[in-house]
């Protein structure tokens, strides 16, 4: 019987995947990253999504391996991770009183092929203080998230309200990847 496999060492996807009380594997894939300027950002999350599955399903061909990657975009500009606390810093000015998108890419990678999607979800902050963002920054939250920012922790206080899928913003659109599974052949529990 296959394996599920998480190409990711993302605490957050790991935790998602648990909660669907889903037997699976972690393997963390060690790919490049970029991409060419002008790239669609649902091309960019779904492209790196795929490369992350590959790498993982090239070493176990008979598994279903899911890749998944994040960004934010909010004016068009692409907010990867932060490299330090200004970097950070900018990224929540840049986004303070303001909806910016989330898109979240997934691949499943099959014996049966590689399957793609995207969810993309709007989300608009609050106006925020400049005592607000130093604490954030100042939390360490900020430093391993898209857009400097983690829904789901302290970065919550910042976020007015979203439309779309929550768990996309998270990093892994769980209900989507369930029947996306389902659709490339994984027998599930449910």
Request: aromatic share 10%; charged share 25%; net charge negative.
């Amino acid at each position: 019987m296959p394996n599920l496999i998480l190409a990711s060492s993302s605490p957050r996807r790991k935790e998602l995947l648990e909660n669907l009380q889903l037997k699976f594997e972690i393997y963390s894939s060690d790919v490049d990253e970029s991409f060419e300027p002008g790239t669609s950002p649902d091309e960019i999350v779904m492209g790196l999504a795929e490369r992350k599955a590959k790498a993982v399903f090239d070493e176990h061909p008979d598994d279903f391996v899911i890749g998944s990657d994040t960004i934010v975009v909010c004016d068009g500009a692409i907010l990867g991770k932060p490299s330090g606390r200004e970097e950070a810093i900018g990224m929540l000015m840049q986004l303070s009183g303001r909806t910016h998108e989330v898109y979240t890419g997934v691949a499943i990678a099959s014996p049966g092929g590689m399957a793609r999607f995207y969810e993309k979800t709007e989300v608009q902050f609050w106006e925020l203080s400049d005592r607000e963002i130093e604490y954030y920054a100042d939390s360490g939250e900020p430093f391993d998230k898209a857009g400097a920012y983690g829904i789901q922790g302290l970065g919550s206080m910042l976020v007015k309200r979203i439309d779309g899928d929550y768990f996309a913003v998270m990093g892994l659109p769980v209900s989507r990847t369930v029947r996306e599974l389902r659709e490339a052949g994984f027998s599930l529990p449910y």
